[in-house]
């Protein structure tokens, strides 16, 4: 089977839930789809840069990268100039994820950016049910470690 992209794979699988009044204040992704990708590795990377672009599904495709990440079955710093359309986002599970992955990869040109989200959120609190600066912060923090 040739991955095209998420959308295509997760449509008949639930591919994900949203957060709501009764369901919890957090997103699921369904495993099959991430197990899938995951076990692929780099070989999904040209999937995941071209739902990058395209911005669809963009907080599911970087769980699942997240999860690559930290499964060792490739190198999310390889999708930088992907991921880096969305280093000035104000969505904060984007931000989240991001920071996430940034603090995984160690990517040099991603320090910038995490600081200039941390301020942004600073001026302009995101209004969410969680605080990605929590996740930011320690992102930066760990470009000291």
């Known amino acids: 089977m040739s991955i095209h992209s998420i959308e295509n794979y997760g449509q008949s699988r639930r591919p994900y839930s949203v957060p709501t009044k009764t369901a919890g204040n957090f997103r699921t ?10 076990k ?13 672009k395209t911005e669809k599904n963009v907080v599911q495709t970087l ?25 000035k ?25 995490l600081v200039a989200m941390l301020i942004q959120n600073a001026i302009h609190p995101p209004k969410t049910y969680f605080d990605p600066n929590e996740e930011i912060g320690g992102a930066i923090v760990s470009y000291f470690s």
């Open 29 to 38: 992704f369904s495993p099959l789809t991430t197990d899938y990708f995951v």
């Open 40 to 52: 692929k590795g780099e070989k999904s990377f040209p999937a995941f840069a071209n739902n990058l």
């Open 63 to 87: 769980y699942i990268l997240d999860r690559i990440q930290e499964n060792k079955t490739g190198d999310a710093s390889k999708l930088y100039p992907e991921l880096s359309h969305y280093n």
């Open 89 to 113: 986002t104000k969505n904060p599970e984007i931000q989240t994820f991001l920071a996430g992955i940034y603090r995984k990869t160690q990517v040099p040109d991603a320090f910038g950016p």
